[in-house]
């Protein structure tokens, strides 16, 4: 079964080797439980807004069907200052096109929340109770435009907020693999789900 996955620095793994990015332990951990799923294909970019991201899609140009589909993305439309509304006009048509690549099937889609980067030590200095903030609008934004499509919603935000020794990696910003395989126990049953359909 052919795995998709969408997004930006957290979906490609900024900082961590090819087997901790979550969409590969994600795959690993669904052939664990007895689903032939591959490896992903990943189409992701560090820094990559809703735009950016639809932009990279077209040139991937990735042939479906797929039998899941993983959409992560949204950190740098807040990062960069971007209109939440707009962002769900774009986060939109992303889903649609997921859910175009999962066969037209959004159960077949899951979608994972934007984890919160303003308790990282980057952002010592900065105001991060804005950034939280920011980040739970943009995040129910993404949940309510998941759930009325019917996809997946995976919420990895309050693990995000955690602490934890080895969490944060030598950037300060981005998640070690530690962190990742959190992410996948959190997306693991839907996106069991999702292959099962």
Do not use: C
Request: proline share 4%.
């Amino acid at each position: 079964m052919r795995f998709l996955a969408l997004g930006d620095s957290y979906t490609i793994g900024e900082k961590v080797d090819s087997a901790g990015r979550w969409p590969v332990q994600l795959a690993k951990a669904l052939r664990g439980r007895k689903l032939s799923v591959g490896d992903p294909e990943i189409v992701a970019r560090t820094g990559w807004t809703t735009d950016e991201l639809a932009a990279g899609i077209e040139i991937a140009a990735p042939g479906g069907p797929y039998s899941l589909v993983s959409l992560l993305i949204g950190v740098n439309n807040q990062y960069r200052g971007r209109d939440a509304e707009k962002y769900r006009a774009e986060f939109k048509s992303l889903l649609a096109q997921a859910v175009e690549f999962a066969g037209g099937k959004a159960s077949r889609v899951i979608v994972l929340s934007i984890p919160d980067w303003g308790v990282t030590p980057f952002a010592a200095g900065r105001d991060r109770a804005k950034i939280a903030s920011e980040i739970d609008h943009f995040n129910a934004i993404g949940r309510a435009e998941t759930l009325a499509a019917g996809a997946h919603w995976v919420d990895v935000t309050p693990v995000s907020r955690e602490e934890h020794g080895g969490w944060v990696g030598a950037d300060g910003l981005h998640p070690t693999a530690a962190q990742y395989a959190r992410w996948v126990e959190l997306a693991l049953d839907a996106a069991a789900a999702a292959l099962k359909n």
